[in-house]
């Protein structure tokens, strides 16, 4: 079925940006729908449920899930609706539970989706219910790094061409351990503005010596974090901004020696975190390959449609509201002093308090209101930084590479995989690129 | 999170109570006439303030309502975290509180819990709104439980754990001290 293209919000020859997708009620309705209920997405990590029976109670869209791991040790998502009536069988954030019973009629679910018991099911229904049909909705569950990602849409790609090549630059920060990741959090808060505001804002390296300064000033005053300014982030060539398969990616050149997760370090710990580098360098050499090991340090990124930095989520709560989500990944056998920094690194940095992040929520607010106004919507967003500066054909890196750290080339792209998965009719309409990286050394998906 | 009682004889003194809610409605008043230095000189030099994060779980879960120590909380600063925090306001250029917010810090049901030497614990409730640029609000209330130490004759917070009532906040950020 050829899908009749509705949405153009998106001009890429010069970067012009419809604000309507911000405000708009009916847009926002068809964004559940056609994005939150097809695309893969972050819900939840192994270790917020690492024991039999363990649930943790999480988002897709503005749709409650239950994220489970049942009596069998499987993973699985399901939506928190009581197949009756519709009553939300889970009310608390995490636990440990067979089965959840629907404080409304005492319907009760086990934690692998079956309707097990339906109080009077002989008596009132005259043994006429068909429970083998009404199983909690079951969304499609898979893990990239102890992230575990589920999506509505049963024919959507498998989560491993879903990533694609975004994967190949996920790993140098998610999969360099054998031992996996650990996943604390989340903090929960309410952002005023549209859920997409943030995504982007993921590539906007351009913002950050300005939204950030203070926090740059102080953090260099106090604890010696070295400060970059605009001229760095505009003119260094050792930094890189690409797009790949739908997905958001920077990432910087550097030396084996650099620390690769670097929130949470001071000029007193910086030592600490030289050692973490050079004494895993082996493992995650063997598990990346050189390049990956020794040459590359993940920086800003976001998975489409939702994934904010690292594993923080946007979840949409109406065109201007966002609930969001921050949790801390670490390396799981990371030591107990590095994990302690990374983790008040990480939400000291960008957290509902983090000095970065609680000066970035007005900007995104504004740009998300400032479409309210039918005045203001008649001028666009202008996303054309870097126009004509990226290639398809970079002899290193695949994707699609900008030439330098500063562009809004990932912009761009990113409203242009919106329109793609908004135009699309099914999953045959959704382009997915093929995998072209080398994948050197042993991680995979899911080990 | 209730700290053990260690000297129940002391708690009933009225005026080391009377001393205290001195002390947290001139803290309130130093927040809120944001005067920051003073505010960082109400702390002991090896302060601690930690704000875990307070999850919404079932009756029998309650032990593990609070985020505990070794997992990501809302807030956990030593005194060099905390200065960070005001250098930032200082430069002017710390968006999220320029323009600054208007706030207002009531303290009150102060209970003192023990006495230990120069060191008190004892907890508070507070409610703190926060008004910011035209027509932002927010409402944050919770519990504070501190343990003050007397140095030099002045008392002074070793260590505050704030302890918040909401689960998801609803506020567009934490840009407020609490």
Redesign the interface.
């Known amino acids: 079925m050829v899908a009749t293209k509705k949405y153009s919000i998106i001009d890429t020859e010069t970067g012009a940006l419809d604000r309507r997708i911000f405000v708009d009620e009916a847009i926002y309705r068809e964004e559940l729908e056609k994005i939150f209920g097809r695309a893969w997405q972050m819900i939840g990590h192994v270790s917020l449920v690492p024991n039999r029976n363990d649930f943790f109670h999480t988002y897709m869209g503005e749709d409650p899930v239950i994220l489970t791991r049942d009596n069998n040790g499987q993973l699985h998502a399901f939506l928190n609706m009581c197949r009756h009536r519709g009553n939300r069988i889970v ?5 440990n539970s067979k089965n959840f019973m629907c404080t409304y009629h005492g319907w009760t679910f086990s934690n692998d989706g079956r309707l097990e018991h339906v109080p009077g099911v002989s008596e009132a229904y005259y043994d006429a219910l068909a429970m083998d049909e009404l199983s909690l909705i079951e969304a499609k569950v898979d893990t990239y790094a102890g992230i575990v990602f589920a999506t509505w849409d049963h024919e959507a790609p498998s989560l491993e061409a879903y990533l694609g090549d975004a994967r190949w630059y996920l790993d140098v920060s998610f999969n360099r351990r054998d031992g996996g990741t650990i996943a ?9 503005c549209n859920w997409k505001t943030p995504v982007d804002n993921c590539s906007d390296n351009y913002h950050v010596p300005v ?1 950030h ?3 740059m ?3 260099n ?3 010696g974090t070295p400060r970059t300014t605009q001229q760095e982030m505009a003119t260094s060539i050792d930094r890189r901004h690409l797009f790949v398969n739908g997905h958001s990616l920077t990432f910087a050149e550097v030396d084996e020696k650099t620390p690769r997760a670097g929130h949470g370090m001071t000029a007193a710990n910086r030592h600490l975190f030289e050692a973490y580098q050079l004494d895993t360098l082996p493992e995650v050499e063997r598990r990346l390959g050189s390049k990956r090991a020794r040459g590359m340090q993940l920086n800003n990124h976001s998975l489409f449609p939702n994934g904010v930095l690292g594993f923080r989520l946007a979840l949409p709560r109406g065109p201007l509201m966002t ?1 969001f989500w ?3 990944i670490v390396d799981k056998d990371a030591p ?1 002093d590095i994990q ?1 920094y990374l ?2 690194g ?3 940095n960008n ?3 983090g ?1 970065f ?3 970035d ?3 995104w ?1 504004q740009v998300s209101l400032s479409a309210t106004s039918p005045l203001a919507r008649k001028y666009s967003q202008w996303l054309s930084m870097g126009r004509g500066h990226t290639t398809d054909n970079h002899p290193e890196y695949v994707g699609h590479v900008s030439e330098r750290y500063i562009s809004e080339s990932n912009q761009r792209n990113f409203y242009t995989r919106w329109e793609e998965f908004m135009n699309a009719d099914s999953w045959a309409d959704i382009s997915i690129e093929p995998i072209a990286a080398d994948y050197q050394g042993s991680a995979t998906l899911n080990s | 999170m209730a700290t053990q009682t260690k000297a129940a004889p002391q708690t009933t003194d009225r005026e080391l109570w009377s001393e205290l809610m001195d002390f947290y409605i001139e803290e309130a008043w130093i927040l809120d006439e944001r005067r920051f230095h003073d505010w960082l000189d109400l702390f002991t030099e090896d302060a601690f303030y930690f ?1 875990p ?1 307070r ?4 009756r ?2 309650l032990a ?1 309502e609070f985020s505990g120590p ?8 030593h005194k ?2 905390l ?3 005001v ?3 200082d ?6 509180e320029d323009p600054p917010s208007r706030t207002r810090h009531l303290v009150g049901n102060l209970a003192i819990q023990s006495v230990d030497g120069d060191e008190v614990h004892c907890k508070t409730a507070f409610i703190a709104h926060k008004s910011h ?1 035209e027509t932002d609000q927010d409402l944050y209330t919770g519990a504070r439980h501190d343990i003050l130490r007397r140095v030099d004759g002045q008392w002074k917070i070793a260590r505050r754990t704030v302890l918040i009532d909401a ?9 407020i001290f609490l």
Not at chain 2, 55 to 58: E, G
Not at chain 2, 70 to 77: F, I, T
Not at chain 2, 91 to 96: K, P, Q, R, S
């Open positions: 009310r608390a954030d995490e636990g604390y959090g989340p903090q929960k808060w309410l952002e005023p939204t300064l203070s926090s000033l102080a953090k005053k106090l604890i609930e921050h949790f801390a107990e302690g983790r008040w990480l939400g000291g957290g509902v308090a000095l992040e609680q000066d929520i007005d900007n607010r | 704000m994060r999850k919404n779980v079932y029998r879960d593990k070794g997992d990501l909380a809302l807030m956990e600063e060099t975290d200065q960070m925090r250098a930032r306001l430069t002017g250029m710390a968006w999220a640029l689960n998801v906040l609803l506020s567009k950020n934490l840009s």
